[in-house]
């Protein structure tokens, strides 16, 4: 029995399990949960007991229910370890980690779908909405295109000639910053890098407009 994920073509979150799931070659398939139709397919009774939480991703591994895209993402190397996100050595290893925590912790929660709904709904902020996107964008890209420079960032990757964990959390995130037309001049090595994986086909194919629930 394959693998199932409950996704959102748009959802960076998702994105990046999709990306994992390409990279190791695990067949799965994927269960679409509109964001945004009818309210939001997250917050139908059926989907809530899945993911009390009404997020995507979930992932389903026979017996096994996740939440949570870095836990998924982690839970994945360890069942299918090969091919490696992680490299051997623990301070890669932890390099890369924090890489994809940046991400996962600093840039993106600011700009999820649920933030930019209570601006838009709650807060009456539609008109700013944008520049708060691209400012906590470009903020969190600043440091980490920083980091990218210490780590004399040579290799066609985050770290090296093969796609790893940050990288997997990376693509999404830069996606996403290029839809909403944020600049990205000021960051050339994470420019590279993301011409770099979207030649791939793991990268490709998890691209939101590569998803069955794809809209024009």
Same mark, same amino acid.
């Given at each position: 029995?394959?693998?199932?994920?409950? #996704?959102?073509?748009?959802?960076?979150?998702?994105?990046?399990?999709?990306?994992?799931?390409?990279?190791?070659?695990?067949?799965?398939?994927?269960?679409?949960?509109?964001?945004?139709?009818?309210?939001?397919?997250?917050?139908?009774?059926?989907?809530?007991?899945?993911?009390?939480?009404?997020?995507?991703?979930?992932?389903?591994?026979?017996?096994?229910?996740?939440?949570? #895209?870095?836990?998924?993402?982690?839970?994945?190397?360890?069942?299918?370890? #090969?091919?490696?996100?992680?490299?051997?050595?623990?301070?890669?290893?932890?390099?890369?980690?924090?890489?994809?925590?940046?991400?996962?912790?600093?840039?993106?929660?600011?700009?999820?779908?649920?933030?930019?709904?209570?601006?838009?709904?709650?807060?009456?902020?539609?008109?700013?909405?944008?520049?708060?996107?691209?400012?906590?964008?470009?903020?969190?890209?600043?440091?980490?295109?920083?980091?990218?420079?210490?780590?004399?960032?040579?290799?066609?990757?985050?770290?090296?000639?093969?796609?790893?964990?940050?990288?997997?959390?990376?693509?999404?995130?830069?996606?996403?910053?290029?839809?909403?037309?944020?600049?990205?001049?000021?960051?050339?090595?994470?420019?590279?890098?993301? &011409?770099?994986?979207?030649?791939?086909?793991?990268?490709?194919?998890?691209?939101? &407009?590569?998803?069955?629930?794809?809209?024009?």
């Amino acid at each position: 029995m394959s693998i199932i994920l409950y #996704s959102y073509y748009r959802s960076s979150a998702s994105f990046r399990v999709r990306i994992a799931l390409n990279i190791k070659r695990i067949d799965y398939q994927i269960r679409p949960i509109h964001l945004l139709r009818n309210g939001g397919e997250q917050h139908r009774e059926d989907y809530l007991r899945l993911n009390p939480q009404g997020l995507v991703p979930t992932l389903i591994d026979g017996d096994t229910m996740l939440t949570q #895209s870095s836990a998924i993402i982690e839970y994945l190397e360890e069942m299918y370890p #090969s091919p490696a996100l992680l490299p051997e050595s623990p301070v890669d290893r932890a390099y890369m980690r924090s890489l994809a925590q940046l991400i996962a912790c600093d840039i993106h929660p600011l700009n999820n779908l649920r933030v930019l709904q209570y601006l838009k709904d709650t807060l009456n902020y539609d008109d700013t909405r944008h520049a708060w996107y691209c400012h906590w964008v470009q903020n969190g890209l600043s440091a980490l295109e920083l980091l990218l420079e210490q780590h004399d960032c040579n290799g066609l990757y985050c770290l090296g000639d093969r796609p790893g964990m940050a990288d997997v959390f990376l693509i999404p995130q830069v996606y996403n910053a290029l839809r909403f037309n944020c600049e990205m001049h000021e960051f050339p090595l994470i420019s590279r890098i993301y &011409e770099n994986c979207m030649q791939q086909s793991a990268f490709q194919n998890a691209a939101p &407009e590569n998803q069955p629930d794809a809209e024009d």
